[in-house]
RNA sequence: GGAUGGGUGCCCGAGUUGGCCAAAGGGAGCGGACUGUAAAUCCGCCGCGUUUCGCUUCGAAGGUUCGAAUCCUUCCCCAUCCA
């Protein structure tokens, strides 16, 4: 049974480190796994979906959660679910089942693992270093019948389908497709080869993995039922982050806040924490920055405008993080100087068109600029005022931009909230 | 395989006695005002196009019609029940 995260006292720093930190959700057995991290260095694993080409922020805190335990001496396996991707996640209603080749995948874990690289170490020739791990490489070459009977038979149906995950989906009469229904049992064999092959005890996962995890755990101390000394195997999982409006964390709309710094500069990057909501702050700075609980606590004791100062070390802090500390002071400087009136554009990526002149339309909804969707879209915005040249309002949409209005750091168009540096160079 | 109910714009969801439908309403998003680069609130936008008009949309392809998201045919997909 779950043992409620609220009622126990942890021994081990590192539980202590976690449940402090607000990372903790639930845990198949709080005290033995504090006793395990009390005990010396913990093998966990986390995985991950290699679908897309980077991680996000929706996955930082899984990654927050590692980096910590890792600082505490454990050993952490990221495992990129390369067979799951090839099976496509069906759980998603309308989504398509994404057929990713191999080497996608492969590159995908490549990023990931660089990724993963800022916030844990891998190489670092040390015990507790990370391992990246596909677990296509001991899902695919199963054999059905093999895994029936050696896996399967330790699953019951009755125990499955009286767990939450699946009762909630069979008396919502919500339909639950048998691949979906294996998924648990592929989850927990990971975890099971892991614990065979690595030693590793302790997966740990989003809310929503809580069966699977389980389901793992159990596995393997039923495969383990006879022998005395192994079988030890624990999960937990972290809460499941809303923001204050009660939104998903992390992923809005118009696009995923990734880590990586080519889809999203240390600049927007730094945008998107520095814009939280000032009830989330507190929260988010325990989870996503290292800073003392006791600073923290007198940061965020401010009230009203006053709160900027935690929010702008909430923000500098998590882009250190990611982007390292240079990149942090410029997106704090620019941000800054940005908003604040000032008007330093410098670390606002330079845009150069190989254009002699171009209507303001045209230039806003270019490949390399696309401030705004359609050209339609652009003239409403333009006519309600979203527009400014070099600190100009343009109200003319079809205003007429050339090479003059350059000047020696570029051309600075405001388009909204978006800001670009653009420098028209005559065509040869 | 059989029966029934469905497939609408980013999402949810109206609309199916054919025109007043580029398609209600809500959410998300975007822009503006106000602010603290926040929240709340208010205003505007929210298919595309230099636009008192044109073009392309309501699962797909055909058809009926002056005119179809709305009617007919075939097909695809989804859900529920039966086998």
């Known amino acids: 049974m779950p043992s409620s995260s609220t009622d126990y006292t942890p021994q ?10 607000g990372l903790l959700e639930q845990a198949s057995d709080l005290q033995a796994i504090d ?45 990129v679910g390369g067979a799951t991707a090839m099976v496509g996640d069906p759980s998603g209603k309308t989504e398509m089942r994404k057929l990713l080749s191999r ?3 492969q590159t995908n874990s490549q990023r990931f693992r660089e990724q993963f690289a800022r916030f844990i170490h891998f190489d670092r020739g040390v015990e507790n270093d990370a391992v990246l791990l596909n677990n296509a490489d001991w899902l695919l070459p199963l054999h059905y019948i093999d895994f029936l ?29 048998f691949l979906e229904f294996n998924y648990q049992l592929f989850q927990a064999y990971d975890f099971l080869h892991l614990n065979r092959e690595y030693g590793c005890t302790l997966q740990m996962g989003g809310a929503d993995q809580w069966g699977n995890m389980i389901a793992g ?11 005395d000394q192994q079988g030890q195997a624990f999960c937990l999982t972290f ?10 964390m992390g992923k809005s709309e118009r696009g995923a806040i990734w880590l990586s710094g080519e889809r999203l500069s240390p600049f927007e990057y730094y ?26 606590e007198s940061l965020t004791a401010a009230e009203g405008a006053a709160m900027r100062t935690a929010t702008r070390k909430l923000a500098f802090e998590a882009t250190r993080l990611l982007h390292g500390e240079e990149a942090a002071c410029q997106a704090q400087k620019a941000s800054e100087q940005a908003y604040g009136g000032g008007g330093d554009w410098s670390a606002v990526p330079e845009v150069v068109l190989d254009i002699a002149e171009i209507k303001l339309v045209d230039l806003l909804v270019h490949p390399d600029i ?59």
């Open 103 to 105: 080497e996608q995948i």
């Open 35 to 79: 006793q395990a991290l009390l005990a010396g260095p913990v093998t966990f694993y986390l995985g991950y979906d290699p679908t897309a080409t980077s991680l996000h922020v929706g996955n930082l805190l899984t990654i927050m959660a590692m980096r910590l335990l890792q600082s505490h001496g454990h050993k952490p396996i990221c495992v």
């Open 217 to 227: 755990v159990e596995l393997i101390r039923r495969m383990h039922a006879h022998d």
């Open 271 to 296: 945008q998107f924490w520095v814009n939280r909501d000032d009830r989330d702050v507190a929260k988010l700075l325990r989870i996503y920055t290292e800073l003392p609980l006791d600073e923290i």
């Open 12 to 21: 081990s720093p590192a539980l202590k480190a976690l449940m402090s930190r």
């Open 239 to 248: 809460p499941l982050l809303t923001t204050a409006d009660g939104r998903k």
């Open 149 to 177: 009977r050696d896996i399967g038979r330790h699953f019951t149906v009755n125990r499955m389908v009286a767990m939450k995950t699946y009762r909630d989906r069979l008396d919502g009469e919500i339909p639950l497709s």
């Open 370 to 428: 696309q401030a705004f969707k359609s050209k339609r879209a652009t003239r409403q915005r333009v006519d309600s005022g979203a527009v400014k040249i070099n600190d100009t309002p343009i109200a003319d949409p079809y205003h007429l931009v050339t090479r003059a209005d350059c000047g020696a750091s570029g051309l600075r168009l405001k388009a909204g909230k978006k800001r670009f540096r653009i420098r028209l160079s005559q065509g040869a």
